[in-house]
């Protein structure tokens, strides 16, 4: 599976960024796509996940009720709409899949990865 991560930027706190992950080179129902970050010095955290074929979403505490995953099925593209954006959200984010993750919040379960993209966060 490749994976192609895009839509990183600079931002205001307080606003919004949609970062894409398009995926080619497996049927994409059968994957878990992941998305996951890591800020500068930290390790790679846990953002949110949505199962291809089901819809199944989970999300990290800290972007509960402000982050969205979803999925296009033709344009074989998973989505991050971020919105009420914060400092503390600044981080490279990155698209990972997997066809049956252990679980679905460690990245060691996922196989495929993007290349990250960079999301800053202005105060």
């Known amino acids: 599976v490749q994976l192609q991560a895009s839509g990183g930027g600079l931002v205001q706190a307080g606003g919004s960024l949609r970062l894409s992950c398009a995926a080619s080179?497996?049927?994409?129902?059968?994957?878990?796509m992941g998305w996951f970050r890591q800020a500068p010095g930290k390790e790679r955290d846990f953002v949110a996940r949505?199962?291809?074929?089901?819809?199944?979403?989970d999300y990290g505490d800290s972007v509960k009720g402000r982050f969205t995953v979803s999925t296009d099925s033709v344009k074989k593209t998973v989505y991050l709409q971020m919105s009420n954006l914060r400092p503390e959200d600044t981080a490279v984010y990155y698209c990972?899949?997997?066809?049956?993750?252990?679980?679905?919040?460690?990245?060691?379960?996922?196989?495929?990865w993007g290349q990250g993209t960079q999301v800053t966060v202005s105060s």
């Open positions: 949505i199962r291809w074929s089901t819809g199944n979403t």
């Open positions: 080179g497996r049927p994409v129902e059968t994957l878990t």
């Open positions: 990972a899949a997997d066809p049956r993750p252990t679980t679905y919040y460690r990245d060691t379960d996922y196989i495929h």
